[in-house]
């Protein structure tokens, strides 16, 4: 069997795979006692009693889950939308010949992009006195935005230089250059990126509980305080965080989802050529 070499590292040989399975086991190790000891405490401290999660089979606290499950989903879906599109908006100024837009959207990219989250949203709720929805939305897209116009920017850059330059050759302006040869090419390239800041913006949307959204942290919290017993703050956390990285991992299946289909796409098959054979004499020829 051959080995060959990546971009990212060289494939190890015979020791260095021997010393990375020794590696490989101590981590194991390491974390499996670390999650050993975690669980004696859980179970040290009775947060696996039934007094603690008898509460979440109650109606009235499984509707306040699933209605905080689904606001989280709505601020999400709005603000991963607004996001893409502002991204696109700024990527394309940043992108463009003229120097006043150009210069305007890489001011806007760069205040927003280094003003913290929780300020912003804040900012929209107290200042401008907005519902807490639409302050979640606008701080969660204007950060977000302007992390995305970089992303979308780099990925245009990505793609060889010659494939441009050969659009161009063919005559096209700019605007077709940017739909049909560049963009397509650079989606390939900006699809893990693009998926992970939309993750970040899922988690952010936690923040929504200091303005008192009610999105899904807020509902954990509201049980967390709410019941007459000793505050069950493991068995919500429990019970929320794997909501989450459920949601996080299928934005990550998605977009693997989608990249397996864009290979699968007849369109970007090669066409079928027909052998090379002698086609005839020349016209005129003899």
């Not at 908006?89 to 150009?102: E, K, N």
């Not at 992303?151 to 161009?168: I, K, L």
């Not at 693009?194 to 303005?211: E, N, R």
């Amino acid at each position: 069997m051959t080995t060959e070499s990546t971009a990212l590292y060289d494939v190890p040989g015979p020791s260095a795979r021997r010393r990375h399975l020794l590696y490989g086991v101590a981590s194991t190790a390491v974390i499996l006692a670390l999650a050993g000891w975690i669980l004696y405490l859980l179970f040290d401290t009775g947060q696996f009693t039934s007094v603690k999660w008898s509460p979440f089979l109650y109606e009235g606290i499984q509707e306040l889950l699933l209605r905080g499950l689904g606001n989280t989903l709505k601020a999400f879906a709005c603000a991963s939308v607004l996001s893409l599109a502002l991204g696109a908006v700024l990527a394309c100024g940043r992108l463009s010949d003229h120097r006043v837009l150009r210069w305007a959207s890489t001011l806007f990219v760069e205040f927003f992009r280094a003003m913290p989250v929780l300020v912003m949203i804040f900012f929209v709720f107290v200042a401008l006195k907005v519902q807490p929805l639409p302050a979640l939305v606008t701080g969660l897209t204007l950060y977000n935005g302007s992390v995305l116009a970089e992303v979308f920017r780099t990925g245009v850059h990505s793609v060889a230089r010659g494939q441009g330059e050969a659009a161009y050759a063919l005559g096209m302006r700019k605007t077709q250059v940017m739909t049909y040869v560049l963009v397509p090419q650079a989606v390939r390239a900006m699809l893990p990126a693009i998926i992970s800041q939309l993750v970040v913006a899922l988690k952010d949307t936690s923040l929504g509980f200091l303005i008192t959204y009610e999105e899904f942290l807020h509902a954990g919290k509201l049980i967390a305080s709410n019941l007459d017993y000793d505050l069950p703050f493991i068995p919500v956390v429990l019970v929320i965080s794997p909501i989450y990285i459920g949601m996080c991992m299928l934005l990550s299946w998605f977009a693997t989802w989608v990249a397996r289909r864009e290979r699968r796409d007849p369109r970007a098959k090669a066409a079928d050529v027909a052998p090379a054979g002698w086609g005839g004499p020349p016209p005129g020829g003899r």
